[in-house]
């Protein structure tokens, strides 16, 4: 785990369970697991979905710290230094 991520200050919004990927709603199509952004709190959908919108909200915006939004899980995910923190 890396604990000398220097975007965690970016963190601004608490992960939270989700209802749902807002791209893929509003696609209609389906997600596998969710993900929030911490900077802006974007819920996107995880690489393993067909639309992989958490990703491209990364590379879109340059949030750098997401979080799984599942229910029970708690970890967090740096883009830019690929790793958890």
């Known amino acids: 785990m890396n604990k ?43 690489d393993a979905s067909d639309g992989q919108h958490a990703t491209k909200h990364f590379q879109k915006s340059g949030h750098a710290v997401m979080a799984s939004a599942e229910p029970g899980e708690s970890w967090r995910w740096c883009y830019i230094d690929h790793d958890f923190v």
């Open 4 to 46: 000398m991520c220097q975007h965690l200050d970016q963190v601004l919004v608490a992960a939270t369970p989700a209802t749902g990927c807002e791209e893929c709603l509003r696609l209609g199509m389906r997600w596998v697991h969710l993900r929030r952004c911490l900077n802006c709190g974007h819920v996107g959908c995880c």
